[in-house]
């Protein structure tokens, strides 16, 4: 093993000399950085495909096997909430044992979790696969973000981070159309078997490309306890979102868990001041970029995860598409992602962070005000618009917070930052979806009543307004059989137009999120450890 630089993590600020941004990169294959991308990039596409592609087989796999909606849920929550808790732990194993190994094990692990999915025949074995599936996306995430911040020199490193970014976004926003096509054209299994063909090249070129990478003072031992508590932390966090828009915001089992959660952060917190070798140093979070970093990826998340939440329901059920042309309408986002995250990466390179996060943010905050004056009948040049701005703004914001991240911490915490930043993705996501969720669902309940009486329709029973009230938030006309035709047309009339107001406030909530992220943008500066990747601890 080469030498490397050793990187203080007190926060003190004292560090030893970078390592010459222009290392000289390995010859041929091994180690070929761009090489090294294109191989992360297969591995990182599967996980993200699967965060979104698998919500058009529900209704398929719920026909099949004969799953009630509730059993449908939990193959999305058993998922995310395995990658969420398991995240910064898998990002640990990366720096104690080789970030090279770690990729490798998840993407074997992971093609072979989607295999076995494809095979199961009760929804019990599909959720137990799908847990294992994001424990092992969990291994495989932040990894890949190791092995490009130690296979890269600085110069490169946000271009290598904009074409992750983009595919990511691609993959993430690709999901539902692919998904669509494989289920009308094949099966829903054949949502999962694809990953088996994808994980075996990215396994093959794994092998073949991927040089491991260790920091020489990396870490060499398990902070247990340390493991035990975050876990629990972000697992009491994770369920009470998940859980929330099922039990109430009100509701004492929710609090609980939150409670619970803020509890055990605190004992972490506490925990790792002790430890000899903490899971995370908290002298990381004295880096102040870096703590914006994390919060900014998680007002991006909440703000753009929340606000596409809505959009589906608005395209498939007002609209009236289906899933695979409401994967089209999407193209404009998923496009200005794609050519925006590597064009993002050149620009944060010449002119640091700061100003390309902000100008993201502001473009994001914007897009999602123009969501909030969708109507029923807006057209599709109009809605390209909006969501072409969106993908535009969120493209430096994905490349730069994850370089501000990963860059301003030490080389052998490169597997940690990566597991802090997609877990900041996560939970953002899970907080976007059940907050704005909460202010969908109120809207609606406020509203309903109102526009129902007006429109001339019969009254309901309160058992009658909760069902319809539960219909509407996703855009459903609450019709019952045999309604006469004059009458499915107001009630359909209803349903839409308090749709669209619970949806347009949701909106307004997540520009407002987006614009408080400006600010914090400001915070941010380019990684000061960056430097020190390429070219280092080579095994």
Not at 181 to 194: A, D, E, G, M, T
Not at 214 to 235: Q, T, V, Y
Not at 268 to 274: I, V, Y
Not at 493 to 513: C, E, K, N, Q, R
Request: aromatic share 6%.
């Amino acid at each position: 093993m080469t030498s490397q630089t050793t990187i203080d993590t007190t926060g003190s600020g004292d560090k030893a000399p970078a390592a010459p941004s222009d290392a000289t990169p390995a010859a041929g294959l091994r180690g070929h950085p761009w090489f090294t991308l294109i191989t992360v990039a297969v591995g990182v596409m599967m996980v993200a495909l699967d965060g979104t592609i698998v919500a058009i087989a529900n209704p398929a796999i719920g026909k099949d096997l004969g799953a009630s909606w509730s059993e449908l849920q939990w193959i999305t929550n058993a998922y995310f909430l395995a990658l969420a808790v398991s995240l910064i732990t898998a990002g640990k194993l990366g720096d104690r044992f080789g970030h090279r190994q770690t990729f490798l094990i998840g993407v074997v692990g992971f093609a072979a979790a989607s295999g076995a999915i494809g095979l199961s025949d009760s929804i019990g074995l599909v959720v137990t696969f799908r847990v294992l599936q994001g424990l092992f996306g969990a291994l495989l995430m932040p990894a890949a973000l190791g092995l490009l911040r130690a296979t890269f020199p600085a110069e490169k490193l946000n271009m290598a981070i904009g074409i992750w970014g983009m595919v990511i976004g691609a993959s993430t926003a690709g999901g539902p159309i692919l998904g669509g096509v494989l289920v009308q054209h094949v099966s829903w299994q054949s949502v999962f078997f694809i990953n088996v063909p994808v994980g075996l090249v990215a396994l093959v070129l794994g092998v073949l490309i991927l040089r491991d990478h260790r920091a020489e003072n990396a870490p060499r031992s398990f902070d247990l306890l340390g493991i035990a508590l975050l876990s629990g932390a972000m697992f009491c966090l994770v369920w009470a979102l998940i859980k929330a828009p099922t039990w109430g915001w009100g509701d004492g089992k929710t609090w609980a868990f939150i409670a619970g959660s803020v509890l055990l952060f605190a004992l972490f917190s506490l925990w790792e001041t002790k430890v000899g070798e903490p899971l995370i140093p908290l002298g990381l979070f004295r880096s102040v970029p870096l703590a914006a970093g994390v919060v900014l990826m998680v007002l991006m998340a909440i703000a753009f995860m929340g606000g596409l939440f809505f959009v589906t329901f608005y395209l498939q059920n007002v609209h009236g598409m289906d899933p695979v042309d409401a994967g089209t309408h999407l193209l404009p986002l998923t496009g200005m992602m794609i050519v925006g995250s590597p064009l993002a990466g050149a620009v944060i390179t010449k002119l640091g962070p700061r100003v390309p996060l902000a100008g993201g943010m502001v473009a994001t905050a914007i897009a999602m005000y123009g969501m909030s004056t969708l109507k029923a009948d807006t057209g599709s040049a109009v809605m390209s618009l909006w969501f072409a701005l969106l993908g535009l703004g969120l493209a430096p914001v994905m490349v730069g917070a994850t370089e501000v991240i990963v860059g301003n911490a030490p080389m052998e915490l490169s597997g940690v930052a990566g597991g802090l930043q997609q877990a900041a993705m996560q939970i953002g996501g899970s907080l976007g979806t059940a907050v704005l969720g909460a202010v969908m669902a109120s809207k609606v309940d406020s509203d309903l009543p109102g526009n129902w009486a007006d429109a001339g329709l019969p009254k309901l029973t309160p058992a009658q307004l909760d069902q319809a009230s539960e219909a509407v938030q996703v855009g459903v006309a609450p019709v019952a059989k045999g309604t006469p035709e004059p009458i499915v047309e107001k009630i359909t009339s209803v349903a839409h137009d308090t749709f669209i107001s619970g949806m347009s406030l949701a909106s307004l909530v997540a520009a407002g999120v987006a614009a408080v992220a400006v600010l914090v943008a400001l915070l941010t500066r380019r990684g000061e450890n960056a430097e020190s990747g390429a070219g280092v601890g080579h095994i």
